[in-house]
């Protein structure tokens, strides 16, 4: 496809379960993000992936959570023991070839998160 | 730290009229900043972006945004709202001497553009 996919668009987990998340970026890119975005907030910054190494994971909120990129293009996002305050849309970004930091982010739909 | 703050939750205007959403930012060094627009059960859509230069800014669907570096703003605007406009737009930043390449977002502002 054209654009960023991410998969499963919904998502109702229990309270304790683990989840992943899937981000297909677009081909070639280089670059990806994910972000988590509360309803009503901006979306935060979790972790930075150029090709498959995660150059930046400060933003991720506890060690329940968990990112990969093993082969430099699908990403997964993992949350282990899920919890109420995860509940979230998981959006998923990707940038044009190499990392300059002016070039756009282009993001996915989103994964919206319920934990009960 | 890089911030950006979007004063305005909502901002409601007529069509036809001209619009402003507000955006001031925050860094220690230069910023790379950004706006995007996010329509219901839609991901974040590129409007437009300041690399450097021409501190007016064109982007898509006749939006502009002019950087004030002096007053550390970044407004959107575009001379003539359309109902189709309505949506959540959100306004980025990125330092450009800063490790990582994130952007930090503010909290949103909600047009409404009605007939």
């Known amino acids: 496809g054209a654009g960023v996919s991410q998969s499963p668009r919904y998502k109702v987990a229990k309270r304790g379960q683990d989840v992943a998340l899937r981000c297909d970026p677009i081909s070639g890119h280089v670059s990806l993000f994910w972000y988590q975005q509360a309803l009503g907030q901006g979306p935060e910054f979790l972790t930075y992936f150029q090709n498959e190494a995660q150059l930046d994971k400060s933003g991720l909120p506890s060690d329940r959570f968990f990112a990969e990129r093993p082969e430099g293009s699908v990403s997964t996002l993992k949350i282990q023991r899920t919890q109420q305050e995860d509940s979230a849309v998981y959006l998923c970004?990707?940038?044009?070839?190499?990392?300059?930091?002016?070039?756009?982010?282009?993001f996915g739909p989103g994964t919206r998160l319920t934990v009960l | 730290a890089q911030s950006v703050a979007q004063p305005e939750d909502q901002v409601n205007v007529a069509e036809g009229n001209p619009l402003t959403v507000k955006c001031t930012y925050s860094?220690?060094?230069?910023?790379?900043l950004f706006w995007y627009v996010q329509y219901p059960n839609r991901g974040l859509q590129f409007l437009l972006k300041?690399?450097?230069?021409?501190?007016l800014v064109k982007g898509s669907y006749g939006f502009e945004a002019e950087f004030n570096k002096s007053q550390t703003s970044f407004h959107l605007k575009k001379p003539s709202a359309l109902v189709s406009d309505s949506a959540l737009y959100f306004c980025?930043?990125?330092?450009?001497?800063?490790?990582?390449?994130?952007?930090?977002f503010g909290g949103g502002t909600r047009l409404m553009v009605k007939p």
């Open positions: 980025a930043v990125r330092e450009q001497e800063r490790a990582g390449n994130m952007l930090t």
């Open positions: 860094v220690s060094g230069n910023p790379y």
């Open positions: 970004a990707s940038s044009q070839r190499g990392s300059n930091p002016y070039n756009e982010q282009f």
């Open positions: 300041y690399i450097t230069g021409d501190n």
